[in-house]
């Protein structure tokens, strides 16, 4: 079940919500753990016993850690073990397919008869709730968490259907009091509202029309991608990528609100940085900033001399890539920011940091849209094939005949919007009608204005994207697969 589903919107989450605000305190906790157990159990049916796993099993090595603190020990085994199994688990589901697939061609090479192993499936979201896991366990051996001896609480805190299966990824002690003790007041009602249905129309209205389009263009024989559709494509991926990702981040944020959660932002307009440093901590902050606390950090961080942090953030970053994806494309990709990352603490950094902003942004940018290609297109040698094409070394420059029909000014109304709002305009023309509010605070009526305007603006697009999807249109979601 996904967000952007009229199973979710006119039926699950009213029902939800209903519940909910009529249950007492006592009560909600379990409520919402059964409701998310529910949403996990809609798309992933068996599978909901490793969520229920992973659950039990942090839920013990966390005892067995407080236990052992109790005790004037570190705990350090109970740590170890939590960590292995957490990312054994991980690894089974996601990457032993990869790992066999690569060890047969080595095999094969050398003469042996290659592993035979059907295929694993993948549960939804186990990446996100497996680094929500160890973040737990980590921050309760470093005694920044107290221990949680409630198994439903717990289990709330991992499996909590708004973040569950595309972040942000939460840390235990951001919502170990929320968990505990939380208002539902109306103005954070309102506003959960108003931010779900706002990621909502980023989702529907903005990532899907770009993705149809990106992946029409993506689906067509070489001899048929032209120079410009090439470009055309991976613009439209680009947008997709951010407003799908952010949309959805957005919606649990909003979600998170309207059951008294406040969950941490993830997106922070990536896309107007002037240097890739800028942009991780601009895009999937919830990500970065996990990788900065548990790995590279304890790794040295840069602390430790100019070669020894190269060497963290290559491989923090390698692992980023693995993390998204158990394909060589995705190492490529966490290698290739690691690269530039290297890149802009030397010399390289120096020069950048003196251009003008236009050339900053636009290194950036350039950056981060080839990095795009490998993101989306999984072979290596289409890789290839396709940055030929988009640098004009192969096919023409004109655009195929079944592309330009769809080109109609739906398309350019949403890539329009897409192109608008990924800068900070919305917020900044918010942040000009409050200072006129203000100056003007003896006109009521400027002030019923506006809320007025916001109030037809969110109808707009929660019926817009509603229209869109009761139509059965494209409605795919990419981070379903991390």
């Known amino acids: 079940m996904v967000f952007s589903s009229i199973t979710f919107l006119f039926f699950f989450l009213p029902v939800v919500l209903t519940t909910y605000l009529c249950a007492g305190r006592r009560g909600r906790n379990l409520l919402l753990l059964a409701a998310s157990l529910f949403f996990y159990l809609w798309g992933e049916q068996i599978y909901v016993l490793v969520m229920l796993a992973s659950i039990t099993i942090n839920y013990i090595f966390g005892r067995l850690i407080g236990k052992a603190q109790e005790k004037s020990s570190s705990g350090r085994r109970y740590l170890i073990g939590a960590i292995v199994v957490n990312l054994g688990m991980l690894a089974f589901f996601?990457?032993?397919?990869?790992?066999?697939?690569?060890?047969?061609?080595?095999?094969?090479?050398?003469?042996?008869?290659?592993?035979?192993?059907?295929?694993?499936?993948?549960?939804?979201?186990?990446?996100?709730?497996?680094?929500?896991?160890?973040?737990?366990?980590?921050?309760?051996?470093?005694?920044?968490?107290?221990?949680?001896?409630?198994?439903?609480?717990?289990?709330?805190?991992?499996?909590?259907?708004?973040?569950?299966?595309?972040?942000?990824?939460?840390?235990?002690?951001?919502?170990?009091?929320?968990?505990?003790?939380?208002?539902?007041?109306?103005?954070?009602?309102?506003?959960?509202?108003?931010?779900?249905?706002?990621?909502?129309?980023k989702k529907v209205l903005i990532a899907n029309p770009m993705g149809q389009m990106a992946d029409q263009i993506f689906a067509l024989p070489g001899d048929m991608l032209s120079t410009t559709a090439a470009w055309l494509a991976i613009i439209c991926y680009t947008l997709q990528i951010y407003f799908d990702f952010s949309g959805y981040s957005d919606m649990a944020i909003g979600l998170g609100r309207m059951f008294g959660f406040r969950f941490p932002e993830n997106f922070n307009y990536p896309y107007i940085s002037r240097s890739i440093r800028e942009f991780w901590r601009r895009w999937h902050i919830s990500l970065s900033s996990w990788f900065r606390d548990y790995l590279y950090i304890p790794l040295g961080g840069n602390r430790l001399g100019n070669v020894r942090t190269s060497f963290n953030l290559l491989l923090v970053f390698l692992l980023c890539g693995l993390w998204h994806g158990a394909s060589w494309n995705f190492i490529l990709w966490g290698g290739m920011y690691g690269f530039f990352l290297v890149l802009e603490r030397g010399r390289f950094g120096r020069v950048l940091h003196n251009l003008h902003p236009f050339w900053q942004h636009f290194y950036t940018l350039m950056v981060v849209i080839n990095g795009w290609v490998f993101f989306r297109i999984e072979q290596l040698s289409d890789a290839g094939a396709y940055f030929s094409v988009l640098y004009g070394f192969a096919g023409s420059t004109s655009l195929p005949p079944r592309v330009s029909l769809n080109l109609d000014q739906l398309f350019f109304a949403s890539l329009g919007a897409g192109l608008l709002l990924s800068l900070p305009f919305y917020p900044w023309l918010r942040q000009r009608w409050k200072l006129v509010t203000e100056k003007e605070a003896g006109i009521p009526l400027l002030a019923a204005c506006g809320q007025t305007i916001q109030l037809v603006l969110i109808s707009v697009i929660l019926f817009f994207s509603a229209g869109s999807l009761a139509v059965g249109s494209y409605n795919p979601f990419i981070y379903f697969r991390f």
């Open 94 to 201: 996601k990457y032993a397919g990869f790992v066999v697939a690569n060890l047969n061609i080595l095999l094969v090479k050398i003469g042996i008869d290659p592993v035979q192993m059907d295929a694993v499936h993948l549960p939804i979201g186990i990446s996100f709730f497996t680094f929500q896991a160890l973040s737990y366990i980590i921050d309760l051996y470093r005694q920044e968490n107290k221990v949680q001896k409630n198994i439903l609480d717990l289990g709330l805190f991992i499996a909590l259907f708004p973040q569950l299966i595309a972040g942000p990824i939460v840390r235990y002690h951001d919502i170990a009091g929320q968990i505990k003790k939380r208002r539902v007041r109306l103005e954070d009602f309102g506003q959960g509202v108003e931010r779900f249905i706002f990621g909502l129309g």
